[in-house]
């Protein structure tokens, strides 16, 4: 639609071949709310000298736009679901730029911590944009005991330290309006729901189903294989708790980092512990995991 010369099978499929073609601004709605989409086709615009028009349903992750406003660009956001970007005689000069930590990614030292007796953990600079912190407030209506210090802003990124300590926590229902800020997060709440008094629900939540695996199939299988009580829809789950979690048995990630990383999490709850199959695939995002929850796990 922007005038890119790329071919595929049935002009859709891989394999496919990219040509050099000089690209057009467009008005674009996307018909799935995603940061990665919307941010490709911002940078792409870089290159028409033309004006882009992006519309989202939802709200997604603004990185990209806070970042192109830093550096001077000329984007105006409407209620962070309308995009309008110039990039007639653009110039982007030179810069700084500090990168926080990500929160999707302390998000699984937040959940040890919670559900670990006698934790506590400091997490620093961790990244707390409000488009990434569903999972903030969701664990905090269950209960979390998760103290936000050292406030600031760095290149208009909100940036703070999470201190969590270990907590009772309980099921609750989860509103359908915060889960395009936490989608990433949500095998991480099925976790935590096996460990929270009363029943934990999430629905609305079908683009697990499209992510590096069907996550929600992916939780499906562990959980069957753990025994557990549990319900899986065709968007979310519901789970009763508390629940003892035996382990000694192993379970697929299906090479999905994400879950690889929450497995592991729930490995440290059972009882026997668990073995995991297709671990390599948290080298994807975070290659180090291993190191830092061996470095905090006593």
């Known amino acids: 639609k922007m005038g890119a010369n790329i071919k595929g099978i049935e002009d859709k499929y891989s394999p496919i071949k990219i040509k050099s073609a000089k690209l057009n601004g467009i008005n674009y709605k996307l018909p799935i709310a995603s940061a990665q ?12 000298n033309d004006i882009i028009n992006l519309r989202e349903s939802k709200s997604s992750r603004n990185h990209t736009e806070l970042l192109m406003k830093k550096l001077g660009l000329t ?17 982007i000069p030179s810069y700084e730029y500090h990168v926080p930590g990500d929160f999707s ?19 620093r600079d961790v990244n707390l944009n409000y488009t990434r912190t569903g999972f903030l407030e969701v664990i905090e209506k269950m209960g979390a005991n998760i103290e936000i210090l ?21 099921g609750i ?32 939540a079908s683009e697990l189903r499209v992510k590096e695996s069907d996550r929600l199939y992916v939780l499906k299988e562990a959980f069957r294989k753990l025994n557990l009580k549990f319900e899986i829809f065709e968007d979310g789950f519901k789970i009763r708790g ?12 299906f090479n999905d980092h994400r879950m690889a ?22 080298s994807n995002s975070f290659p180090n995991f291993y190191k830092k929850l061996n470095e905090v796990i006593k």
Not at 76 to 90: A, C, P, V, Y
Not at 261 to 272: D, G, Q
């Open 242 to 253: 508390p629940q003892i979690i035996k382990g000694d048995i192993e379970i697929d990630t």
């Open 261 to 282: 990383m929450a497995f592991s999490i729930l490995s440290l709850i059972t009882k026997s512990g668990l073995k995991l199959r297709g671990t390599e695939c948290i």
């Open 37 to 48: 989409v919307k941010s490709s086709l911002l940078l792409a615009n870089i290159y028409t």
């Open 150 to 170: 050292n406030r600031k802003k760095l290149n208009g990124e909100e940036v703070g330290n999470l201190f969590v300590k270990h907590s009772n926590l309980v």
């Open 75 to 91: 984007i105006e956001t409407k209620d962070n679901l309308e995009i309008n970007f110039d990039s007639n005689n653009i110039k």
């Open 105 to 123: 990614q302390a998000a699984y030292f937040i959940t040890a911590a919670l559900l670990i007796p006698n934790s506590e953990i400091v997490i």
């Open 173 to 204: 229902d989860i509103n359908k309006e915060i889960i395009p800020r936490m989608i990433d997060e949500i095998p991480l709440i099925a976790i935590l729901a096996l460990k929270a008094k009363g029943e934990t629900k999430i629905n609305s």
